[in-house]
């Protein structure tokens, strides 16, 4: 019989999601409580200058976004950042550059020795990952069997694990070493090794959901309160009226997910009490542009490390991003903040929070509060899916129960790798598990009680 689908959340997972199974002819109605697309891969234009508030970069490695972007005619858009990038250690900031790896000696961020023996620990200790997928996040399953932390500082002695696997885990995804399954870690570290090259959109990250999205049934500010599921039936309530359909994607962040959904196995409710970090991402606006570089030449992010750091994980300069996103002659920084700033900070005034980030930025950027034009203000108390021990497990074990009739299937980066390209994948294997052994036709639509209208 034929297959209508709700999707619930307009995120880069819903959206993918939604995207492939239209393609196949399924009618799709996707759900979203906010006034926009794009979930935490967003954009705010604010005076001509273009804040990404959530998903900073993307990828040439990131295969399902590279795909996406191609088939919204969005590819000519992507800009390669400079090849810089550069962490605090000692107190100066050391450049690196991701396709040199001798610049982690040569930066002085690491001796020779260091560095000699490092690669030589990590080419045994990854050895069975060279043709990983690095948006498949279940597929890591077999290194998920212990923390970072422990892993990182044996095999890359605690100058290792405290300046290279801390602050991208940090400046990344908002979360400690000792919190993080080494799976994670080993993934974040097999993608530097292939060399990708790190990219940005011109037009700001919300271009890619907003391409998504035009052409979908989709009703923006309709929350879902509640989802009744019934064997061979789901029903969205919302404001607007219930919504009918065969299936649902369930492509809201966890905790969302699970207000709605408890699950039914072991794995769903492991998956679905998925833990955040939380974060905020704080655009400072300099209309005339950085003051003297100190060190920072054509870098386009600073890592702050925890020995070096009070409240600041990373720093984006985004004119080394994407000259598109800034003013003529400006300079725009997202700073964002670790994981326990994020978490005890996300509810305290602007005020209460410059007075601990602008003294810490100016040690990096000597001259800058007198520069400020304006800062923008970006709070995520789920940033990103905490990878304890256990995630990259659960992902595979419930893709292998997943049964084709279940009528529930969950999408969103905590089913995937904490990245745009793992939410894309997950929405990808969600389309693909309800297309399988299914008729579609055009005349299968989800059904709204209330209120026929498109939009």
């Known amino acids: 019989m034929p297959l209508s689908v709700i999707v619930i959340g307009a995120g880069i997972a819903g959206l993918t999601a939604a995207h492939r199974l239209s393609q196949h002819g399924v009618r799709v109605t996707v759900l979203e409580a906010r006034d926009r697309v794009g979930g935490r891969m967003s954009t705010d234009l604010r005076h001509g200058w273009r804040i990404d508030r959530g998903a900073q970069f993307l990828s040439s490695g990131y295969a399902r976004i590279h795909a ?27 450049r690196l550059h991701a396709r040199r790896p001798w610049t982690l000696a040569s930066s ?3 001796g020779k020795r260091e560095l000699l023996r490092l690669g030589c620990r990590m080419a045994a200790g990854m050895r069975g990952t060279a043709r990983l997928p ?34 991208m885990l940090e ?17 974040l570290w097999a993608f530097g090794a292939r060399r990708s090259r790190t990219l940005a959109l011109a037009q700001g990250m919300q271009s890619l959901p907003e ?59 492991a998956l679905l009490a998925t833990p955040y970090s939380a974060t905020l991402n704080i655009a400072i606006a300099l209309p005339g542009g950085l003051p003297a570089p100190q060190g920072l030449e054509d870098v386009y992010g600073l890592l702050i490390p925890r020995r070096e750091r009070q409240v600041i994980a990373a720093v984006g300069i985004e004119s080394r991003k994407a000259a598109t996103l800034v003013p003529a002659g400006g300079e725009l920084l997202n700073v964002m903040l670790d994981g326990r700033a994020g978490a005890r900070l996300q509810d305290a005034d602007e005020r209460r929070v410059l007075a601990e980030v602008l003294p810490e930025l100016g040690r990096h950027f000597p001259g800058l509060v007198g520069r400020i034009d304006f800062t923008h203000f970006c709070r995520w108390p789920a940033a990103e899916p905490l990878s304890a021990v256990g995630r990259a497990r659960a992902i595979r074990d ?5 049964r084709d009739a279940d009528p529930v299937v969950l999408a969103g980066d905590y089913l995937a790798m904490p990245t745009t390209d793992g939410a894309a994948h997950s929405g990808e294997w969600a389309a693909a598990a309800l297309l399988r052994n299914r008729v579609t036709g055009a005349d299968s639509a989800p059904v709204n009680r209330s209120d026929n209208r498109r939009r």
Not at 146 to 166: I, M
């Open 211 to 269: 391409a998504l999205a035009a052409p979908l049934d989709l009703r923006l500010g309709t929350p879902v309160t509640a989802l009744d599921v019934t064997p061979g039936r789901v029903c969205a309530h919302t404001p607007a009226g219930p919504f009918e359909a065969d299936k649902v994607v369930l492509a809201a962040p966890a905790a969302q997910a699970r207000a709605l959904y408890r699950g039914d196995s072991e794995a769903q409710q």
């Open 398 to 402: 419930y893709r292998r129960q997943w």
């Open 171 to 187: 400046g990344f995804y908002f979360q400690a070493p000792e919190q993080t399954s080494r799976a994670l870690s080993m993934a």
């Open 134 to 167: 690095l948006d498949d996040y279940a597929a890591w399953s077999d290194w998920d069997d212990g923390d970072t932390a422990a892993w990182a500082a044996r095999l890359a002695g605690e100058r290792g694990l405290d300046y290279l696997f801390e602050p």
């Open 68 to 94: 996406l972007l191609a088939e919204t005619g969005l590819l000519a858009s992507c800009r390669p950042t400079s090849g810089w990038s550069a962490t605090v250690a000692d107190g100066r900031v050391r």
């Open 108 to 110: 002085g961020l690491m």
